[in-house]
């Protein structure tokens, strides 16, 4: 009769019986210890001399009990990294054993006995593998299989990715997978890759999560930097690694590069993919953030990719959403910024809306930097080198904005709207509807017919379509009148002007009469070209800057119609102001704010007319003592302009070298001109907020640059100006 299940369950935990089977747990223990003794005690060397003949997987299970299957790992990592082909041998040991057994001894071993290993061991073990081992020793990292596997199923298997999380960051529960898994791209140093990717969500929250970012009902953001996200994600479908990110020289050419260095991986992917190529591309025709209606920017460029192929698109994307990504980062705001095509906070819109914001924190700011030595020695700290560049302009709305103020009225000041036209249009998005409004057509060439300019000054200016198409004087007086009815018609005292993105808005509306006066104290001779061309359509008139002596740009603005002394003096006591004003800040004495201010010498061109000015000559409207900054700096004319200068004063009053010492650079500017002109066709084929934008981080790269090579005592490379520079 069978037992009952309560009579078993009680034999179960009797004693005997428990102790009967750990006895026997014991003896299977011992045997199988005995048995990996005896494997580990084998001689290798007696092994080889006798020829035996053993198979590789022997050979394998021989060595991985010597070594732990991570210290037959890290052998083969250390054989295949050093070549064959170093037959030197030095005291009795092959350098290429030598530089094997370091390599092997750096790598992470957990095994103590493998840490103390000899090098006639490890001699011993090297041999050992290449003899019987050649299939293990040949194998990869990146396996031929996966490729293959890839072709042979629906989804990808070379790469899979997921978020970073497995938990909600709001309510610490599980996650749950979204959705199917999808097909994406993944653009490396190594080739195009294509991978699996994988969201999940959280159902109590609704939080989704994606590769490189979380989001919810109010729109997405960055995971927190401790995640150390490697990837940039450019859609939803195509993601970048950062280590390929900073290698791009421009975006069609990196783009033709890549595929012509790539063109057998791209080939590998094109076939491994070819089941389900259709159902991946690169995601981008439903991008708003940065599709932009005014100018291409090479995006257009994308005609012919081929499946694995980098377009430029791709790289376009990839480097705005990263560098607004490490601007957001070191302004506190990358995990605080939400994207959404719905602007409901100070900290939430699209990428261009997160541009606006750091324009407007970039207006209001210095670039900062360590100063070194051998800085110091080119004049860092004391001088200073102000201009204008000509060359990086932006094509912006043909209607005129004057600038008003509450109480005031039109104030003295260039009277332009900054924003970028529409593609193909003479006005921006906002001044088009109020263009048609008036009954005028928007389209670039019919406004000008509209105007009374005849077809063939169109043509001809068409036939450049560049900022040097040159209006004839009829042609634009024309056109001019046109737009100052239009500026009768409409006025508004809060609409975006020339004074928005200069960092000047403010200080204008305090003091609306301080560029009233435009005049100077006496006339001078000197006869500096500030004007601007009567282009086609309307055009910026360049960027102002400020250099230190050392080659750091300190500050930056864009200039609108001319270089005037009085749009170029503005700019430049706004610079004086927020330099000094750190001082204040630091809760320094006004005699060593004025000590300060005094040290302080400022090259410019056009010094003469900027300092004959009849607003120079009084104290600035700035609080104390900064009132006095223009009057405490000392002011010189550059060494390559000043033979340019036929008033005998200037040579009198501004001449640097009664004033500077001879090593001083007072060519830093003209030195960092050549280098932002190099960009030129990049820059001037931009809308404004990305050319703001894209000069904003160019600085921040070229100043990292310039103190770097200080710091090392290096000369950063900059362009020879000739021995008349002085320099």
Not at 315 to 325: A, D, G, K, T
Request: proline letters at 5%; charged letters at 25%.
């Amino acid at each position: 009769m069978a037992q009952s299940k309560k009579k078993r369950t009680s034999g179960m935990f009797d004693f005997d019986n428990m102790l009967s089977k750990f006895e026997e747990e014991k003896r299977n223990l011992n045997t199988v210890r005995e048995r990996l003794k005896a494997v580990n005690e084998v001689d290798l060397v007696r092994l080889m001399s006798d020829a035996c003949v053993l198979m590789e997987d022997e050979a394998l299970q021989l060595l991985a009990a010597k070594l732990s299957i991570e210290g037959l790992l890290n052998l083969r990592n250390a054989v295949q990294h050093v070549p064959k082909n170093i037959p030197r041998v030095v005291n009795g040991v092959s350098l290429r054993s030598t530089f094997m057994f370091t390599t092997f001894k750096s790598l992470p071993l957990q095994h103590m006995g493998i840490k103390n290993m000899s090098m006639e061991d490890f001699q011993t073990y090297v041999k050992f593998v290449e003899t019987y081992c050649p299939i293990f020793l040949s194998e990869k990292k990146e396996c031929d299989n996966l490729w293959k596997l890839t072709q042979a199923q629906d989804l990808p298997y070379n790469k899979f990715l997921t978020p970073p999380v497995a938990r909600c960051v709001q309510c610490q529960k599980d996650l749950t997978v979204r959705n199917n898994p999808s097909k994406a791209k993944l653009f490396t140093l190594e080739g195009p890759i294509p991978c699996t990717k994988i969201t999940l969500e959280c159902r109590c929250c609704a939080y989704v999560y994606g590769i490189c970012n979380y989001s919810d009902e109010s729109g997405s953001r960055f995971y927190p930097s401790t995640y150390n996200i490697e990837l940039i994600e450019v859609s939803n479908v195509t993601y970048f690694d950062v280590k390929l990110y900073k290698w791009f020289p421009s975006l069609s050419g990196f783009a033709e590069a890549y595929n012509d260095v790539h063109e057998v991986q791209i080939r590998q992917y094109g076939s491994s993919m070819s089941r389900c190529i259709n159902d991946i591309d690169d995601g981008l025709g439903g991008e708003p953030e940065l599709e932009n209606k005014n100018y291409p920017e090479e995006l257009d460029k994308n005609l012919g990719v081929l499946p694995g192929e980098l377009s430029p698109k791709a790289i376009s994307q990839c480097f705005w959403h990263r560098e607004v990504e490490e601007e957001l980062a070191s302004h506190g705001l990358r995990e605080e910024w939400i994207f959404s095509s719905k602007e409901h906070g100070p900290t939430c819109g699209t990428y261009e809306s997160a541009m606006e914001v750091i324009d407007k924190k970039r207006c209001e700011h210095l670039y900062m930097h360590d100063c070194s030595d051998q800085c110091k020695s080119k004049g860092c700290g004391q001088l200073y080198v102000a201009d204008g560049n000509w060359k990086l302009r932006y094509a912006h709305c043909m209607w005129k904005v004057p600038v008003l103020i509450s109480g005031f009225g039109k104030i003295n000041y260039p009277s332009i709207c900054p924003l970028s036209p529409r593609r193909g249009h003479a006005f921006c998005e906002a001044h088009c509807v109020k263009a048609i409004q008036l009954g005028f057509p928007t389209e670039l060439r019919e406004f000008y017919k509209s105007c009374g300019v005849s077809d063939r000054n169109i043509n001809e200016a068409l036939e450049e379509m560049s900022s040097k198409a040159l209006l004839t004087e009829s042609s634009y007086e024309s056109v001019a009148n046109c737009l100052d009815e239009f500026a009768k018609q409409s006025v508004d005292e809060d609409a975006v002007n020339a004074s928005t993105f200069q960092g000047t808005a403010d200080f204008l509306k305090t003091n609306p009469g301080f560029v009233e006066d435009q005049s100077l104290v006496e006339d001078i001779s000197c006869n500096k070209d500030t004007g601007g061309l009567k282009a086609f359509h309307c055009w910026s008139r360049g960027v102002f800057f400020i250099v230190s002596g050392g080659g750091h740009i300190e500050y930056w603005q864009p200039l609108y119609r001319s270089e005037s002394p009085t749009q170029a003096f503005l700019v430049t006591i706004l610079w004086l102001y927020r330099k000094f004003k750190k001082l204040q800040e630091e809760g320094q004495c006004d005699e060593s704010i004025c000590d300060a201010m005094s040290s302080v010498c400022l090259a410019y061109d056009n010094m003469c007319h900027m300092d004959s000015l009849l607003i120079a000559r009084d104290d600035l409207p700035l609080p104390k003592p900064l009132n006095k900054a223009w009057k405490l700096i000392s002011k010189v004319i550059d060494r390559l302009h000043l033979r340019n200068h036929v008033d005998k004063k200037c040579q009198e009053l501004y001449n640097p070298d009664d004033k500077l010492p001879k090593h001083f650079n007072t060519m830093a500017c003209e030195q960092t001109f050549i280098w932002a002109s190099r960009f030129k066709k990049v820059i001037c084929a931009m809308p404004q907020i990305h050319q703001f934008f894209f000069l904003h981080r160019l600085v921040k790269y070229r100043n990292k640059y310039t103190e770097k090579c200080h710091r090392n005592s290096k000369t950063p490379i900059l362009p020879k100006l000739g021995k008349a520079a002085g320099c």
